[in-house]
């Protein structure tokens, strides 16, 4: 088992090793589905290329599970694609069973499948419950920062979102919607993201 002192991610079985874990920046991302996290998140890792920075996906530990467990591929599971849409119920339903017994299991779990422990800027760019925030915030505190993507429900619509019950009216989908105390909103309609870049780079300093 790797020692907390070294700052390694070895053993994430515990809060405890995250004691001596420093990040300087966390930044927090939500949205509704289709709402552009991943391609907000995945433009925003390129524009930081020059810090050292890390994405962190928090359901990236619940797809591998499930990648290996029915031998589907990885990759397209992270991807914003068909197949990430067909198993999306059954995954959120066992990721759902697993966080009512630990809230930090997916959150640790991620920044160990990441290697993050030792890198100052984190981007996690799936958060979907108040849990998953609670949870950064007790054990990061003031280095958190949260970003609520929004986008009309048109411009969804044109990005693939459909309506589908089950999973837009799940609690994964909507225990943040009643939340209105965020570091930053950011509306996500247009094709144009330098704005939206650039202010949320401004959190980062
Ligand atoms: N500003 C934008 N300009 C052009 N295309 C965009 C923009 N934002 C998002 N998209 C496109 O919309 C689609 C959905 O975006 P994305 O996968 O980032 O959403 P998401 O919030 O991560 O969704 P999910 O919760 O389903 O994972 C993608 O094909 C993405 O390329």
Redesign the pocket.
Known sequence: MAAADSRDCADASGDSIFLSVKPRRILLFS??????????TDILQQRLNHLPCVTIKISGPIKIHWAKSLNLDFKELLG?GEYKEKYRGQMIAWGENMRNKDIGYFCRAAIDMYNACNIPIWIVS?IRRKTDIQWFVENFGSACKTVR?I?DDEIRTK??WIFTPGIDDAESECDLDNMNKWDLKVY?N??D?DDILDTIISLIN
Do not use: Q, V
């Open positions: 949205g509704k589905r289709k709402s552009g996290k991943d391609y907000i914003d799936d993507i986008a990005r693939g996500n247009d094709d993201i």
